[in-house]
């Protein structure tokens, strides 16, 4: 079994990290000093400015990151409370993983191709080289049963390769950069990849409801998988359970306290005094801050301010423009494209408006200290966030932050994450150069009471939703994502081999046989028959049939087999009696039932079949006919509302090249439950559950409590529905729901009788 036990026989147990963030750079950068030494500064950024308040709540917390320079990685350190694990980067992968994939191609792509986004192979697959080595290095730091949080649009393959190494972690993905339309994403070669990649984790987390939508319609029509509102089905490959992840948002904010009482420190008074004093007292100033990215709309904001600036709307004398450029991405074309244009626009306005001493716009490409830009903050009347696709923006939130003073007009962009929040901003639409000049001129001339009135409601959103809640929330969903809610992923109660101590079962039996009102429940192959290579050659234990049947003729007792079979096939190999129930089909097709059953529960939960769900079937059907016949030994078996490719009999590598084939099917369905389990992969139009089956006759037969059998992945379904006085009892190995495990098939019997036996007695 994969896990913590395999990764090392010395120590099962990892002393590793409570929470491990992951993302491309470390929270600091080394910086050469003219001596030589290398000292660590803070790099900018918004994630950055993000996790660092969030590390200082947690006891043990390590960072996974890149610190910024090409060639060997410095050792691992400590810096502020928390320990800093560097990934070496070779100057290939910086030019092919970050630059290139990372920026040059999927940055494009995911802010609606606002450039032309390119693609080579040799990015790609250095794009799976660095994410695998980030994957290592979390899947090691990271302590038994931990927390990894993974960050970011270069890092979209790390959670499935966590994943892959360490069954025993949470394992978090937050986007922090939009998520395409699905139209868009098809675009992507490997895109199936990325999606897989993500579906590492538990938990998704994107910025607007409409990112996790297209994700999730990304994963439906690309991947096939069955997503139930949020709630996403990954099936697993061969016996690995079926598992859940969750895509959900979660808009990211700022340390807004830490800002707002930033405005109060005398010195950042001064300064923001000093800066408009340096300005020459303007009447207005207006302020941009964005990293050099042709994301933030600076182009359409330089291009509105000079026009407005020529037509005379606005008069360079009593307003000055400030835009901060921090430099960026300086070695990707397109940054290098749109820093010479920014900077043509603007000596051409300067050129044409700005008096001696006095800019028309004062054009900064550089950073600012923290203390330095809350200053800018606090002395620009109107800031302008006009984004022409921005996961969020932090900056509009700083700006809000910035303000206590109740005073000051944000224009925001309607294509910023911020949007969806900030409903007091004068909203924009970049792209409509009319409709941006009219907004500027709008909030320049605002009075003080309706800039207080938008103020008051814009600060109620950023103080109340900062980024200390967005990391809670996103952790606190992390944490239950084990237990989602309705059809689950079912909790694992048992690892492992070891089966529960006779005595543990013995005692557990006893007391579920006085249970007043009992449904006791079986899978047929694996448990109550050996598995064997020939479907039809199946041969069940004839002492547990006939103690099934014993147990049916009891009162308040109800029996019943589950079975992934057809119903007719179950019904001929085990020739029950018609007190016994029979569920075929992994639930979808049950059997008569006893005239003590109320039927109309269990007709009301049955889901039908409709003529196009049997048409449906039928090209399903034939599909997987075509793959068989590629694979001598396959099989395909047609039910009544499923069909399923049996890998059993497979000769070589046919079962897994088969079963890879019929997955890959399954990306083009996007309705159909499939369900792979031991050596077959089932395709089923209807969508029901072994689970779902047994809650059903566990309320048509009005049990106190059910006990149940089960070997398969499939019988998960239902030990993860176990309440209190249920009883889920796996038979033969690996991971489980269940709360008792048994052996094998041999003991199957011998636990029956013992019931009968316990129940008779009652
Ligand atoms: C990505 C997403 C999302 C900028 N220049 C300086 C400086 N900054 C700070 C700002 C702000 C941060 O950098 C920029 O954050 P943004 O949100 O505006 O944008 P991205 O860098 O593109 O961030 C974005 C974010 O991730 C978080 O999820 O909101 O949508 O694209 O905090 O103030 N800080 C300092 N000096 C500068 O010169 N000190």
């Known amino acids: ?60 917390g390590a960072w996974v990151g890149w610190a910024g320079s090409p060639g060997e990685a410095p050792e691992p350190f400590e810096a502020d409370g928390m320990s800093l694990y560097p990934v070496h980067l070779e100057q290939e992968d910086v030019e092919r993983y970050y630059e290139g994939f990372s920026n040059a191609s999927l940055w494009p792509l995911y802010h609606d191709v606002i450039v032309d986004p390119e693609f080579h192979r040799t990015w790609w697959d250095s794009y799976v080289t660095a994410n695998r080595r980030f994957a290592r290095a979390a899947a090691s730091a990271a302590g038994t049963g ?16 966590i994943r892959d190494e360490r069954t025993d972690v949470r394992i978090g993905f937050f986007n922090h950069i939009p998520f395409p339309s699905v139209e868009l994403f098809s675009q992507l070669p490997k895109r199936n990849q990325i999606l897989r990649g993500l579906l590492g984790a538990d938990l998704v987390g994107f910025q607007r409801e409409t990112d996790s939508q297209n994700f999730v319609a990304a994963v439906r029509k690309l991947l096939g998988y069955h997503v139930d509102g949020q709630t996403i089905s990954v099936p697993g490959l061969g016996t690995a359970p079926v598992r859940e992840v969750v895509a959900q948002t979660f808009p990211i904010s700022i340390d807004s306290a830490a800002v707002s009482t930033l405005t109060e420190d005398p010195d950042v008074r001064e300064r923001a005094e000093q800066l408009r004093r340096d300005l020459g007292y303007p009447q207005k100033v207006v302020l941009g801050v964005d990293r050099l990215d042709y994301t933030k709309g600076i182009r359409h904001r330089l291009k509105a301010w000079g026009e407005l600036l020529g037509d005379g709307s606005i008069d360079p004398h009593d307003t000055v423009m400030i835009q901060v450029a921090t430099p960026s991405r300086e070695r990707v074309e397109a940054y290098r494209q749109l820093r010479d244009e920014v900077e043509l626009i603007v000596g051409r306005i300067n050129g044409d408006h700005s008096s001696i001493g006095r800019p028309a716009i004062s054009y900064q490409h ?57 409903r007091a901003a004068v909203m924009v639409n970049p792209h409509d150069i009319d409709e941006l000049k009219s907004a500027i001129l709008r909030s320049l001339a605002m009075p003080p009471e309706e800039q207080e009135e938008a103020m008051r409601s814009l600060r109620h959103q950023v103080m109340e939703n900062d980024v200390q809640a967005w990391a809670h929330d996103f952790l606190q969903r992390l944490e239950q994502s084990g237990h989602p809610l309705g059809e689950s992923k079912p909790p694992v109660r048992l690892t492992g081999d070891e089966a529960t101590a006779p ?3 013995d005692a557990t039996l006893r007391d579920f046989a006085q249970t007043p009102r009992i449904l006791i429940a079986s899978d047929f ?37 589950v079975s992934g079979r057809a119903l007719g096939d179950l019904d001929s190999h085990t020739q029950m009696p018609s007190s016994v129930v029979l569920v075929g ?92 389990g031991k050596e077959v992969v089932e395709f089923s139009v209807v969508h029901t559950s072994k689970g779902v089956a047994i809650e059903t006759l566990a309320r048509a037969s009005a049990a106190d409590a059910w006990l149940y059998l089960g070997d398969d992945v499939t019988d998960e379904s239902v030990f993860g529905r176990s309440g209190e006085h249920d009883v889920g009892i796996k038979v033969g190995e690996g991971d489980t729901a269940a709360g008792y495990r048994i052996a094998d098939t041999d003991e199957v019997g011998a636990l029956l009788s013992r019931l009968s036996e316990l129940r008779r007695e009652d």
């Open 503 to 505: 005595e543990t079962v």
């Open 585 to 676: 089909s992994h639930g979808a097709e049950v059997g008569a039932l006893p005239p003590w059953m109320q039927a109309e529960v269990v007709d009301s939960a049955s889901l039908s079949m409709s003529p196009e769900k049997e048409e449906l079937l039928d090209s399903i059907t034939d599909t997987l006919r075509r793959i068989a016949r590629a694979h001598p030994g396959v099989e395909v078996e047609r039910k009544p509302s499923a069909a399923v490719l049996h890998t059993r009999n497979a000769r070589g590598r046919g079962s897994i090249n088969a079963t890879e084939s019929a997955l890959e099917y399954a990306v083009t369905l996007p309705d159909v439950t499939v369900t792979p």
């Open 1 to 60: 079994m994969p896990g913590p036990a395999a990764r090392s026989a010395q120590d099962p147990e990892r002393h590793g990290h409570e929470l491990v963030v992951v993302a491309n750079r470390l929270p600091v950068g080394s910086r050469t000093l003219p001596d030589g030494a290398t000292e660590w500064v803070t790099s900018p950024g918004g994630l950055v400015t993000a996790m660092e308040s969030v590390m200082r709540t947690v006891d043990s």
């Open 366 to 422: 550089r950073s600012f200290d923290r203390r330095d830009m809350t200053a800018l903050f606090m002395a620009a009347d109107v800031v302008l966030v006009t984004a022409l696709r921005d996961g969020m923006n932090l900056v509009a939130k700083e700006y809000v932050a910035s303000r206590p003073d109740l005073q000051g007009v944000l224009v925001l962009s309607e294509f910023a994450g911020a949007a969806d929040e900030l």
């Open 146 to 161: 931990g927390t990894v949080w993974v960050h970011d649009y270069q890092l979209q393959l790390v959670p499935r390769m």
């Open 525 to 561: 192959d694996g448990v109550l028959a050996p598995i064997v290579a020939d479907r039809d050659a199946v041969e069940p234990d004839p002492q547990a049939l006939a103690t099934l049947r014993e147990l049916s003729q009891m009162h308040g007792v109800a029996v019943a087999l």
